[in-house]
């Protein structure tokens, strides 16, 4: 497993390109027949991936968390991008079509991931933060999703946001997740942007050809940098940065968070005139 330490604001100002690349881009994500895990300092966040080709992988604890098992105190979101597959979880299956989520609960011990189709694999994004309480694993298919519709045409941001893990829905310790989508055509996602200093959040970003980017827009609102993304690649953000993106062509992104609530509303609104 990967360990990161994120830089504090102050370091952050004074970063070269490469610097803040290998700080908060997440690159290595879904390698065939491996199981990627990047242990991060900020809330303890782990970003990982799944791709069962071959054979079936199972999710194991590893030595940076000093646990029995992977989910003895944490809890875990995955999502797949990918063909259909199923993820077992200690005796129960669950069948994993294309952009179906499932939320495992603290306490759960076997993991599997499997793909339906080697050719054309389950591809599991995976999302960790720890846990303190026990809630009951649950499967969420696209169908079950909340949607929300925001944005316009005109202003090039016309989206449908999907929650997955979230208090009115399926419920978690501290986890909150889901994905946004954008229509063809639109390329702008929260903006104007905002923080919320009670929370981290994660943007993985899929959906997109291997030619097209998103340029993802980080740091203080006053001191911003961008980062240059490929599809099947995440951003780390702590909690004092803005996170938003404007893309070459239409994506998808999964938004993930944890902290100190669950408030999906709970955000320090800003004006682009704010943005510099």
């Not at 070269?16 to 900020?42: A, G, H, N």
């Not at 259909?84 to 991931?113: H, W």
């Not at 969420?140 to 929650?163: C, F, H, M, W």
């Not at 893309?247 to 992104?253: L, P, Q, W």
Request: hydrophobic residues 35%; charged residues 20%.
């Amino acid at each position: 497993m990967d360990v990161r330490y994120s830089p504090d604001p102050v370091r952050f100002c004074r970063m070269t390109t490469q610097e803040v690349r290998d700080s908060f881009l997440v690159e290595s994500l879904f390698k065939p027949d491996l199981i990627e895990m990047i242990y991060v300092d900020v809330d303890r966040v782990i970003v990982g991936s799944a791709v069962p080709m071959q054979k079936p992988l199972s999710l194991t604890s590893a030595d940076e968390l000093r646990a029995d098992y992977f989910c003895q105190r944490r809890e875990l979101g995955i999502l797949n991008i990918g063909g259909s597959g199923s993820v077992t979880v200690d005796d129960q299956t669950y069948p994993m079509a294309n952009r179906d989520c499932l939320y495992v609960g603290r306490g759960s011990k076997e993991i599997g991931f499997v793909s339906d189709d080697a050719s054309s694999p389950a591809k599991y994004y995976l999302l960790s933060y720890p846990a303190h309480a026990d809630y009951p694993t649950s499967h969420v298919q696209i169908e079950q999703a909340t949607p929300v519709q925001l944005g316009s045409v005109e202003a090039s941001n016309k989206r449908t946001i999907y929650k997955c893990i979230h208090p009115d829905g399926v419920k978690s310790c501290q986890l909150v997740m889901g994905f946004t989508e954008l229509e063809p055509g639109c390329v702008w996602n929260t903006m104007p942007p905002h923080t919320h200093e009670r929370r981290m959040e994660v943007y993985f970003y899929f959906g997109m050809s291997a030619d097209d980017r998103v340029f993802h827009y980080m740091g203080k609102p006053d001191e911003t940098r961008h980062i240059s993304v490929a599809d099947g690649q995440a951003v780390i953000s702590p909690s004092w940065s803005i996170h938003s993106g404007v893309g070459t062509g239409a994506y998808t992104f999964c938004w993930g968070m944890g902290g100190e609530n669950q408030a999906f509303g709970d955000m320090d609104h800003l004006t682009i005139a704010d943005i510099k």
